[in-house]
């Protein structure tokens, strides 16, 4: 059995899922390198792997971090200081992020893959991890 924390400075636990303390926060920078990373005002969220993004007027994308600029452009809207509404990581390891004007993004590990899907990382040295293959693991040093 795994160990999962009572709490975390940055994210608050129910049932199944961590509810990220995100809402709010506007998304400061969006790098786009071999991973797509939200800068947000106190966390950070970094994906490495394949996500579908939803948006506004229903259409939605495939994104494969570290693809070609056509596969990467549909992620370019969120670059203007969007608002993040909510994010939550799964006790299974997708991530779904919600976005104040209407995109959405999820993030589904895949199963046999040797790499994590995703990583948070924020204040007290908070640092949340997609394992492998889907589950959780978590760092802080408060």
Do not use: C
């Not at 995100?22 to 071999?34: A, M, N």
């Not at 494969?64 to 452009?73: I, K, R, T």
């Amino acid at each position: 059995m795994a160990y999962v924390p009572a709490s975390l400075n940055g994210a608050q636990r129910f049932e199944g899922y961590w509810l990220l303390e995100v809402s709010g926060q506007l998304i400061l920078q969006l790098v786009l390198d071999f991973q797509v990373t939200l800068v947000l005002e106190r966390l950070r969220i970094t994906i490495e792997e394949s996500f579908v993004l939803e948006h506004p007027d229903g259409t939605s994308h495939v994104v494969e971090p570290g693809g070609d600029f056509d596969q990467l452009s549909p992620v370019l809207p969120l670059s203007r200081s969007q608002v993040v509404a909510e994010a939550r990581a799964f006790d299974d390891g997708r991530l779904e992020i919600a976005i104040q004007d209407g995109f959405r993004l999820s993030v589904v590990p895949e199963p046999k893959s040797a790499y994590e899907a995703w990583n948070v990382t924020g204040p007290g040295g908070l640092l949340i991890v997609s394992t492998p293959g889907g589950g959780l693991a978590f760092w802080s040093s408060s």
